[in-house]
């Protein structure tokens, strides 16, 4: 039992949290993107998704709990994992930061995950834990993105995900052992239409409700 704690004590261990929480997370987004993408179809087709979420019970709601302490999880480990690497090196060093691939992903990773940890949290109370005996969830929705600053805050926030997950999700790979000359390249490009479809199809759901409220 030692050695497994001191594996996920260690940067490798952090590291591999990183990944498993990450992928999961995105596996989430897949899925709710589908869902949710049934706006399209109008309320019926929306309000039967939701129907059949709902029908889930206690499982749906663990499912969504166990998401959100992943999301804590992966940003506690990467907020960590970043101070203990600007503690290995308190003098900072000339370089250049477009060396050896670095993005504005890659950049970023720490500060756009904490505020996509914050982002969950607001989103789950705007939706999750909103009235939903008065009106149905596709009125909810409506009435949100009606509101032109919080149909522009949600763009904003889902290109700040595209950006965090087309670095994310290759280097997860990496971690987990598939960085290897003949599917990296793959993987990376997998990566950035992934989070293309992540940034544009979420975002597409508040202009679109934005336009017909």
């Known amino acids: 039992m030692n050695w497994l704690i001191n594996l996920f004590w260690s940067s490798i261990g952090k590291k591999l949290i990183m990944a498993i929480t990450g992928l999961c997370f995105c596996s989430f987004l ?67 930061k477009s060396a050896g691939g670095r993005t504005i992903g890659s950049a970023t990773m720490p500060y756009t995950g ?12 705007e939706f999750h834990f909103a009235d939903k005996i008065d009106q149905t969830m596709y009125q909810i929705m409506l009435s949100t993105f009606s509101n032109p600053v919080k149909a522009a805050s949600y763009i904003s926030v889902m290109i700040i995900a595209a950006f965090h997950i087309s670095h994310g999700f290759w280097s997860a790979f990496q971690t987990l052992g598939a ?33 017909i409220s």
Not at 114 to 122: Q, R
Not at 181 to 205: E, H
């Open 179 to 211: 960085n290897h000359p003949k599917y990296m390249p793959l993987i990376k490009g997998t990566s950035t239409a992934f989070s293309l479809i992540v940034g544009i199809g979420f975002s597409s759901i508040p202009i679109y409700m934005f336009l």
């Open 114 to 125: 904490v505020l996509l940890l914050f982002f969950i949290i607001i989103h789950l109370i």
């Open 30 to 96: 897949a899925i709710h993107l589908a869902g949710n993408l049934t706006l399209y179809g109008g309320s019926d087709l929306f309000s039967t998704y939701a129907e059949h979420l709902h029908q889930l019970g206690p499982l749906i709601t663990i499912v969504e709990w166990g998401l959100l302490l992943s999301a804590v999880i992966h940003v506690i480990t990467g907020i960590t994992l970043f101070y203990q690497n600007q503690m290995a090196r308190p003098v900072g060093y000339k370089r250049d």
